[in-house]
């Protein structure tokens, strides 16, 4: 099958005017572009990066969602309740209560939207902090980001919505009201100013800005980052130009298993631990229970004090995880064909490995983990040689905080009333994660969020027309 090709707009496309523009070309900005076209909105889209996707190509797990068909499908009986709760708890019960409500009734319709154009995500897998399998993956077992990215591009070239890569948004536009009438951009042919009847921030998080990071969390700002180098917090300032109102700046996430070791950085996906694999130390023993919240597991591997830690896994378990393909194809995972021979390799003790994983498999067999009271992703032990290892340390993730908005994404301002015309969603908004982010929740909250953004803009214009 021939490799799928996206078609960018020149900029000697753009018009005068949109009904609404989006800036950011990731998952949020994506769906929101293909749902308010759907709703018969003129819509362009504009991406500051050469390429498009974002932070969205890096997401690798799966995308959350409670009551869905595939979970039924797959005998999984879930409810929406549980869902809410467990997030509540993960945030630690300062998520937008509101918000998260209307994320959690939506997610699994968010599924179904993207199956009704192509974007199947079949099946299912598990990650911290969760109760069920509610992470939807693709069913060859791909990494969800881009995946979903690819095919959100496919829906919005077939509908001829126009992508203007290069196209940096240096202000938004506003009459004497306050009401947001526009863009001014940089181009590849200088500046221009798009009107608009409604804008949509979908710019993404912080966690790329060192700046940022140092006025809100300079104890974190010599960590490494997963980001890619564009998630620098444009659409935060633009918005606080027009007064927008900021929330939870401070809640920053540290994802516990980043391959840092080379000047890359290389998130290695929950799903790995999800489907199996367990941590170990430098003694080749358990620390923590590996599917716990991602602010805990990040907390005991850097209160080791060891230079990181190992996933520990076999090949039964690559075999559910195909990113772990992609992490060998670059040289992140180290090889043995017994525990003992991979512990030498990567200098963990070895005697003590092989009686750490065997313990491990009676506890999986047990259903009991006696050592830490890890309940989720025990479908397997580690039996089937060769064995591998991924060196990791926690590294900047995921911005939780970002601008304040209402559960119908509009912007609030600093006197919390809504701001006219503007719109925000995905990682650039703050408040639906609380102080920690549950994995699998960024992808459902590009396409809760990016859909409802495009449904509300549409409403808003209709009804001011």
Request: proline share 2%; charged share 25%.
């Amino acid at each position: 099958m021939a490799k799928f090709v996206f078609t960018q707009n020149p900029i000697s496309d753009l018009a005068d005017s949109y009904d609404a523009v989006i800036i950011g070309a990731g998952g949020t900005g994506l769906t929101a572009a293909l749902q308010a076209h759907e709703l018969g909105l003129k819509v362009a889209v504009f991406e500051k990066n050469v390429g498009l996707g974002g932070n969205t190509n890096k997401a690798s797990s799966g995308m959350n969602a409670a009551e869905s068909d595939y979970q039924l499908q797959a005998g999984i009986i879930d409810n929406k309740e549980d869902f809410y709760k467990e997030t509540l708890r993960g945030g630690g019960l300062l998520n937008d209560r509101d918000m998260l409500r209307f994320f959690v009734d939506h997610s699994a319709l968010a599924v179904d939207w993207l199956r009704n154009r192509g974007i199947e995500l079949s099946d299912l897998t598990i990650t911290g902090g969760m109760s069920k399998k509610r992470a939807h993956r693709p069913a060859s077992m791909a990494p969800v980001g881009g995946f979903l990215v690819t095919g959100l591009l496919k829906n919005i070239q077939a509908e001829q919505i126009p992508v203007f890569n290069q196209a940096k948004v240096e202000e938004l536009l506003a009459d004497e009201a306050g009401k947001v009438n526009g863009i001014k951009l940089s181009t590849t042919e200088g500046v221009k100013e798009v009107h608009a009847k409604a804008v949509l921030l979908a710019t993404g998080g912080f966690g790329a800005s060192k700046e940022i990071i140092h006025k809100y969390r300079p104890d974190l700002e010599d960590y490494k980052t997963t980001n890619q180098a564009g998630a620098t917090g444009d659409g935060l300032m633009l918005a606080e130009k027009l007064d927008a109102q900021l929330i939870q700046m401070d809640f920053i996430q540290v994802h516990p298993t980043a391959q840092t070791d080379g000047e890359r950085v290389f998130l290695i996906g929950e799903a790995v631990r999800g489907e199996g694999a367990i941590l170990v130390n430098k003694a080749g023993k358990r620390f923590v229970n590996e599917l716990n919240t991602r602010k805990i597991v990040s907390a005991a591997i850097t209160g080791l004090n060891e230079d990181g830690a190992y996933l520990i896994l076999d090949q039964g378990i690559r075999d559910h995880v195909k990113a772990v393909e992609f992490y060998d194809s670059i040289g992140l995972v180290e090889h043995g064909d017994s525990l003992a021979e991979l512990a030498d390799k990567i200098g963990v003790d070895a005697s003590a490995l092989p009686e750490t994983v065997a313990t491990w498999n009676k506890q999986v067999a047990a259903g009991d983990d006696t050592d830490f009271g890890r309940t989720t992703g025990m479908d397997r032990g580690i039996e089937v040689g060769p064995f591998y290892a991924i060196h990791v340390h926690p590294a900047i993730h995921y911005t939780m905080g970002g601008i304040h908005i209402d559960p119908e994404t509009k912007v609030l301002d600093s006197n919390g009333k809504a701001i006219s015309g503007l719109y925000a969603a995905g990682e650039v908004a703050g408040g639906l994660h609380g102080s920690n982010r549950i994995g699998g929740n960024s992808i459902a909250e590009t396409v809760v969020f990016g859909r409802q953004a495009g449904i509300q803009m549409a409403k808003f214009i209709k009804e001011n027309k």
